[in-house]
């Protein structure tokens, strides 16, 4: 089971438009992206992990432990970022699978976010692209925010979810 994000994540910047108050204007080139032009580990001046699982006392209950660097659970080859949950045990666990993040390596302000993925089927599955805080100034999750770009539930096949969170 695999979540391919294949070749486009790109942001550009938004900067204040001198010539109208109150509007932005993006670049024209991105600030920010990641083609996947290459082979082996996702590039480690741009990914970091998320390492561990439910007994972290973070996620969603996912059955999965997260590793690090572990070219079975994230590898680039012909363009594409494959992101792959293994049936193993593992630190208690029943499955592998890895979870990438940009923190301290991309971190926006403004911007538009362009991902293109192809996500897997069958339920169990949750393919996902959020934006989280680098600081969490307002507390942990969800007062310091969170953006859905992409939710895939297995459960629902059909559907694409999105949405944001803030303080409550």
Same mark, same amino acid.
């Given at each position: 089971?695999? /979540?391919?994000? /294949?070749?486009?994540?790109? !942001? ?14 993006? %670049? *024209? ?5 990641? *083609?996947? $032009? ?29 590793? %690090? ?16 949950? !293994? ?57 310091? #925010?969170? !953006? ?5 539930? #297995?459960? $629902? ?12």
């Amino acid at each position: 089971m695999s /979540l391919w994000i /294949l070749p486009l994540i790109t !942001i550009l910047s938004a900067s204040p438009d001198s010539t109208h108050a109150g509007e932005y204007k993006f %670049a *024209e080139t991105p600030s920010w992206s990641d *083609e996947f $032009d290459y082979n082996g580990l996702p590039d480690a001046r741009k990914w970091g992990y998320d390492v561990g699982s439910l007994h972290n006392g973070w996620g969603n209950h996912e059955l999965q432990y997260y590793t %690090a660097a572990n070219r079975k659970n994230a590898s680039v080859a012909n363009g594409v970022l494959r992101i792959t949950a !293994i049936k193993e045990q593992y630190e208690g666990l029943d499955y592998t699978s890895a979870r990438l993040v940009s923190k301290n390596k991309g971190d926006f302000l403004y911007g538009r976010f362009v991902v293109r993925a192809k996500v897997p089927k069958g339920k169990g599955t949750w393919a996902a692209a959020w934006m989280l805080p680098t600081d969490w100034v307002y507390g942990g999750w969800p007062h310091s #925010g969170e !953006i859905d770009i992409m939710e895939h539930v #297995g459960y $629902d096949e059909n559907a694409i979810h999105y949405r944001s969170y803030k303080g409550l």
